[in-house]
């Protein structure tokens, strides 16, 4: 089995015994979880057809090809049997590796075989053209929001529990309403008022038929007085030249009161919407699809505005975060297929969910000298949780299209 060491200078190593030796050779990186990578990559091994497999035994590894992995002879190599020796060509080198086993076994060969597979572990998980593994990925929620209460009131309803699925826009809550409801009456019986005033035309229309007597009547003076001088005061010209001005100014001034009944009717309507605002606010309704994890306040309670009511999360897509070297990794991770496997209940059972890098930080951590991207994946079945961990597998960028 083989296991890591670091050496004075804090590079890993990863190392093995074979023959009563032990063996090691450089991964070329200072930072834990790089190694454990590439270490996961070796032991585990699910590389491509071509490529050798690792399988433990006791004190030592057995490589087995895996185009022959079905037909494999362990249980033959138990029992002492021989093989009939096979080959198979490793990745990232042009030497042919022989089949080994228990009893038919080249101590010198057998170890060119583990640093080979190691040397292309190590090739493999610094190349950006390859396979990513990060064996401690992290699951993270993409949205949560703690909904609050926009208005003072008492809570009169609360619809929801802990655990319910939730749709965006369904009620979560309630704050008591009646009081702005009546005030909501009010406005409209204020805007029916506006608006019959803002139509009633009456003062206009005496205005301008008042107009018409004056003008008509300083007129047959004027002609009184030039049939037969001074038959009419010139008292009583002046007194129906006043009644002319006045109709005149009765009409500017109907005209005026009408202006202003139509902004009042407007304003009225303006309250109408301000109060239908405030009654909407007062039901608490879900910002997105989720689930109720958790509520803060009980029916009957005293709200604040802003005092949190419900907390719903998003679980139909999560973000699975993980850090990288930045020396080796950049923004050409952006948009590469992912695979996360977990644990998840029931039994403990492995789960696999895939998606997509869309995040790849820009920053570089001083200390560490990582990178922190994320990915989000589907989460069909909402078995996956925030918080769990997992292995992060980053696949190879697609090839161009040749259309």
């Not at 020396?327 to 977990?342: A, H, Q, S, T």
């Amino acid at each position: 089995m083989a296991w890591l060491q670091t050496d004075a200078s804090g590079n890993y190593h990863i190392s093995f015994r074979f023959g009563g030796r032990q063996y090691k050779r450089s991964l070329k990186t200072k930072f834990q979880r790089d190694a454990n990578s590439r270490l996961h990559r070796l032991e585990e091994n699910r590389l491509p057809r071509g490529e050798v497999r690792a399988m433990r035994r006791p004190a030592k590894l057995i490589f087995v090809p895996l185009q022959s992995a079905a037909e494999s002879s362990i249980p033959q190599a138990r029992r002492g049997q021989r093989k009939k020796p096979e080959t198979s060509r490793l990745v990232g080198s042009c030497a042919e590796v022989q089949w080994l086993d228990s009893t038919e076994s080249n101590p010198e060969n057998t170890v060119n075989v583990l640093l080979l597979l190691i040397a292309s572990v190590i090739s493999g998980e610094s190349s950006t053209s390859s396979q990513v593994v990060v064996t401690d990925a992290q699951v993270k929620l993409i949205s949560e929001v703690r909904v609050p209460a926009q208005e003072a009131g008492m809570l009169s309803k609360l619809s929801v529990t802990e655990g319910d699925l939730v749709k965006e826009g369904q009620l979560l809550a309630a704050i008591d309403d009646r009081l702005v409801r009546f005030e909501n009456d009010v406005a409209r019986f204020e805007y029916e008022i506006a608006k019959i005033q803002s139509e009633n035309d009456i003062d206009q229309r005496y205005a301008i038929k008042s107009l018409a007597v004056a003008q008509s009547e300083l007129k047959r003076a004027a002609e009184a007085n030039e049939l037969y001088k001074d038959s009419v005061s010139q008292t009583e010209i002046e007194r129906l030249q006043m009644l002319v001005d006045r109709s005149t100014l009765s009409i500017e001034q109907s005209q005026r009161d009408r202006q202003v009944a139509v902004v009042t009717k407007d304003m009225k309507e303006r309250t109408i919407q301000a109060t239908d605002h405030r009654i909407a606010i007062r039901s608490i309704e879900s910002p997105l699809s989720g689930v109720v994890v958790e509520i803060f306040a009980k029916q009957g309670e005293w709200l604040q505005p802003g005092a949190p009511v419900v907390r719903v999360i998003r679980l139909d897509r999560l973000r699975v975060e993980a850090h990288l070297d930045g020396k080796e990794f950049g923004r050409e991770l952006d948009g590469r297929p992912v695979e996360l496997k977990v644990r998840v209940p029931p039994g403990n059972q492995s789960a696999t969910f895939s998606g997509k890098i869309v995040f790849v930080s820009p920053e570089v951590q001083p200390v560490t000298g990582e990178i922190r991207i994320w990915a989000e994946v589907r989460n069909d079945g909402l078995q996956l949780r925030p918080g769990d961990h997992g292995t992060l597998t980053i696949g190879a960028p697609s090839a161009p299209s040749t259309e």
